[in-house]
């Protein structure tokens, strides 16, 4: 996988499949776009892309944890910085140049509720709109559910909040299952428990005894 920061310094000439978010968990909802993309990019002879948005925002993994998470199952990472310009940019001008010329899109997976450009005017109708003009093919997702519930990045931390982290592992990071969490995790859990003190203290401490190979601990900490 090539690790890229910032859309100026991708320079892929061949066709991608494509897949856009915030990526901030990579949970079920997340894989379902991921798994979509790498299926693409097998049968189809395109790059699997994934073009992350960096929002200035608690994630519940760091950038680091996120390439480390995708290596070797998509063909790129793109980290792009949301800045003004970035959030300024009218939706069409994103497909245009960002998605067409820049990315050389042939298909792109996006969920239901994805929305882009100025004001957020572009969706994935928008999209479907241009696809014939520019020549790729939308995949709108559907949102994974636990239950009745969306399964969600604010689902997770309320997961983590009520203490219930057997739960939020099940719902993160099932594309690899012989993970393990470094004990030095289990400090930024505290760090993020005092940080909501008043919430969680029902949580015990026994949650925090050190990992055994292949348990894995979720934790959200800063991107």
């Known amino acids: 996988m090539q690790y890229i920061k910032g859309l100026d310094a991708f320079d892929g000439r061949n066709h991608t499949a494509v ?24 049968k189809e002879d395109c790059d699997s892309v994934v073009c992350a948005f960096d929002m200035d925002r608690d994630c519940l993994m760091t950038n680091e ?33 960002i998605l067409h010329k820049k990315l050389h899109a042939s298909y792109i997976v996006v969920g239901t509720d994805f929305n882009f450009g100025h004001e957020k005017r572009g969706n994935h109708q928008m999209l ?22 969306e399964i969600s990045s604010t689902y997770i931390r309320e997961l983590l909040l009520d203490g219930n982290i057997p739960l939020a592992n099940k719902l993160l990071h099932v594309l690899d299952q012989h993970l393990t969490w470094l004990p030095k995790m289990q400090h930024a859990l505290l760090e993020y428990l005092t940080d909501h003190l008043h919430q969680v203290l029902h949580i ?11 348990h894995r601990i979720v934790v959200p900490s800063k991107c």
């Open 128 to 149: 479907e709109k241009y696809a014939a003009k520019y020549g790729y093919t939308v995949d709108v997702v559907e949102k994974a559910y636990y239950k009745d519930r």
């Open 19 to 42: 897949t856009l978010g915030k990526f901030d968990g990579l949970h079920r909802g997340h894989q379902k776009l991921l798994n979509r993309i790498m299926k693409y990019a097998q």
């Open 204 to 214: 015990s401490l026994h949650r925090l005894k050190p990992v055994q190979p292949y």
């Open 65 to 97: 944890e996120r390439r480390a998470f995708l290596e070797d199952k998509v063909d790129y990472l793109i980290e792009i910085p949301f800045t003004r310009e970035m959030m300024e940019m009218e939706a069409e001008k994103f497909i245009d140049e």
